[in-house]
């Protein structure tokens, strides 16, 4: 059996196992006598050690093996936690972490955690760890070993092996037996050899056993090593070895044993995250675990039927059918519907980004000295999977930041009259067809004063253009390449460190981010986020004899405007929209494309956050549901164009990015 094909299930369960100790430790943190987050934590501990076991990822499963031995030290009251354990545990998750992330990229991983596992080691005594092996009392079993078996056991004996007696016993709740036999197998195989079965072999496969069953094997390994090696496997309950030479000669059946040994709380691997979290009666199941792949191949097959859709419209209306607009009609209604459904399959929770943050907080907070409380809210809100692998870096830097420059220190709070454990919001909430995110923290403010000298000294901006800058515009000089007003240089310095690249990469998401900032009271970092970005509906408009898409979200209103509306300040076009001087901008000019003159414009009014603008175009088309394609490597970087698509007559448009354009 190749183990290969179970890395993408190991990677799922240890996701969410991993998950399940960081919250846990959190809480363990809090109330150090809880014996249900004790219990938690060495669950997912000693289910993680069994399936890395299982999987070969030794490195995994001796730290969780020790994380694992001081748990149940703590559980069992022989010793009391400690912040020292605490802080340990906290490293060997993150460890835990880096390994796993490791696999998933294809590593086999390996990461020297020996000092955290003598950190462990530690804090358990010497004479607290229990012993694996006990030989109970002898009982006749109902399997015999042939002539040939025994002989084979007798020589091995005289070449300077053992031979024992392995009685073995899953969960009660266990599933997929045969594959946990095969693991069973697979890891005494490392160890030694295997001579008979009871069960045999081919009942063990086919599964006709209840849960226990019995191997004579023989090795040169100690009881204990054996006795842990099989313990690694998820969902054995207990394991009994009796050695046997200790059984007469003459005796032909082999005799195992009938233990009553302590019973192992093994909980079963098959379960999700809210499982996990919940000690309530479980539910039954009604989901699935798909993989990916699938679904992006789901989703290439669905993108390429709405473009045929397109094309099916526009032959329809060349016609002038009624039978086939109808049917064109009832397909469109069709596709909307399937379509909501296969973006809903892409749509994934927040959380899965939000998670990773409370331990970070805790950790940068104490590297700073700073008491601060993480608040999340909204963790269920659902995101496009492609925004999902992409926003957590920006929230990172958002986060620190924060954490460094945003909330004051203990004495600056005290002076200003503030409690000394700061907060910080971490919330994601819908509006429309976008996602919110807001990063707010109650320091002390931004500094505009500070942040414009600044800006003049690095050249950004004259003093002239100072003096004209709102507060908005001010704050927003924090996403400035190279800004920042860090005084001395650390891991963390500088609201300006890294936000240009999370302003450039929010930007890539076809996202916005804006400040709120009031001296003395907080800041507020708050990211627009499309739901999706596969599917969009987009306004297709004329330049010349080239259609361009522009993405619905970007616009405002279309209208029609006069040659003599048409107004100038400061050297620009502009014109009166409801009482605001809007700039106007030609996209035959920005790209190239032959100009001519003319009585009357077709305008698109676009926002990007506070700034408004009018692009003029040749001609309006129409509203089409569009797939957005990416350009690739070799176009990267064309100004203003996101991407572009495929329409029903087989033609390719560019993609408008609005926010380009307005950040000239």
Do not use: W
């Amino acid at each position: 059996m190749d183990l290969n094909e179970y890395v993408g299930l190991f990677l799922d369960e240890s996701m969410e196992h991993l998950q399940a100790i960081n919250t846990s430790l959190l809480d363990f943190e809090q109330r150090m006598d809880d014996e249900a987050v004790i219990d938690q934590i060495f669950r997912s501990a000693h289910t993680l050690k069994g399936m890395a076991g299982t999987m070969g990822y030794d490195a995994i499963a001796d730290l969780t093996h020790e994380m694992e031995s001081a748990l149940d030290l703590v559980r069992s009251k022989k010793q009391p936690a400690t912040a020292e354990l605490i802080d340990v545990l906290f490293v060997a998750a993150e460890q835990l972490e880096t390994m796993v992330e490791d696999i998933s990229r294809g590593g086999k991983g390996k990461l020297d955690v020996a000092e955290t596992v003598n950190r462990l080691k530690r804090f358990i005594q010497p004479n607290d760890v229990q012993t694996a092996t006990v030989v109970p009392e002898v009982a006749q079993q109902n399997f015999e070993c042939d002539v040939y078996s025994k002989a084979v056991v007798q020589q091995s004996i005289a070449a300077g092996y053992q031979a024992y007696v392995l009685s073995i016993e899953l969960s009660a709740d266990v599933i997929l037996k045969a594959a946990r036999v095969y693991m069973v197998f697979d890891r005494l195989q490392s160890l030694g050899d295997v001579i008979l079965s009871n069960p045999t072999s081919d009942d063990l496969e086919q599964e006709h056993f209840d849960t226990s069953f019995e191997i004579l094997f023989v090795t040169q390994s100690e009881q204990k090593t054996i006795q842990e090696a099989v313990e690694t496997v998820s969902e054995v309950a207990n394991v009994t070895i009796v050695p046997f030479e200790t059984m007469p000669e003459a005796e032909v059946a082999i005799s195992t044993l009938q233990p009553e040994p302590a019973t192992v709380d093994v909980p079963k691997t098959e379960t999700s995250v809210n499982e996990t979290l919940d000690t309530t009666a479980p539910v039954a199941s009604k989901t699935i675990r798909v993989n990916l792949e699938r679904i992006d191949r789901l989703m290439n097959l669905f993108e390429e039927f709405i473009i045929d859709r397109g094309r099916l419209e526009r032959i329809a209306a060349e016609v002038s059918s009624p039978e086939l607009t109808d049917t064109v009609e009832r397909i469109k209604r069709g596709t909307n519907e399937l379509q909501s459904l296969v973006l809903t399959l892409r749509m994934m929770p927040i959380e899965q980004v939000f998670n990773r943050f409370p331990r970070m907080v805790r950790s940068v907070s104490k590297d700073v000295g700073k008491h601060i409380k993480l608040h999340i809210t909204g963790a269920e809100t659902e995101l496009d999977r492609t925004v999902i692998d992409e926003i957590g870096d920006p929230l990172v830097h958002l986060i620190r930041n924060a954490i460094d420059h945003g909330i004051e220190n203990k004495a600056d709070r005290i002076l200003a009259g503030k409690p000394v454990e700061g907060n910080l919001s971490l919330r994601a909430y819908h509006s429309g067809n976008r996602v919110f995110i807001e990063i707010e923290d109650d320091g002390a403010g931004i500094n505009h004063e500070r942040v414009t000298r600044i800006a003049i000294e690095k050249g950004l901006i004259t003093e002239e253009e100072a003096t004209q800058l709102t507060i908005e515009e001010a704050s927003m000089l924090l996403f400035a390449p190279g800004f920042s007003t860090a005084e001395t240089v650390t891991d963390l310095s500088g609201r300006g460190v890294g936000l240009d690249v999370v302003k450039s990469k929010i930007e890539s998401l076809g996202g916005e981010v804006f400040v709120e900032t009031r001296r003395g009271e907080g800041t507020i970092f708050r990211i627009s986020l499309p739901l999706t970005l596969s599917i969009i509906s987009a306004m297709l408009v004329e330049l010349g004899t080239e259609t361009y898409a522009i993405p619905l979200t970007a616009i405002i209103e279309t209208t029609s405007l006069r040659s003599s509306s048409i107004l100038q300040a400061h050297r620009e076009k502009v014109f009166d929209f409801r009482g605001q001087l809007v700039p106007l901008i030609s996209l035959n000019e920005v790209y190239g494309l032959p100009q001519h003159d003319a009585d009357a414009y077709s305008v698109v009014v676009v926002r990007s956050g506070e700034k408004l603008a009018g692009l003029v175009v040749s001609e309006l088309i129409g509203q089409q549901e569009i797939v957005m394609k990416p350009l690739g490597s070799y176009l990267e970087g064309i100004r203003a164009i996101s991407g572009a698509t495929i329409l029903g007559d087989g033609q390719v448009a560019l993609i408008i990015d609005s926010n380009a354009l307005l950040r000239k």
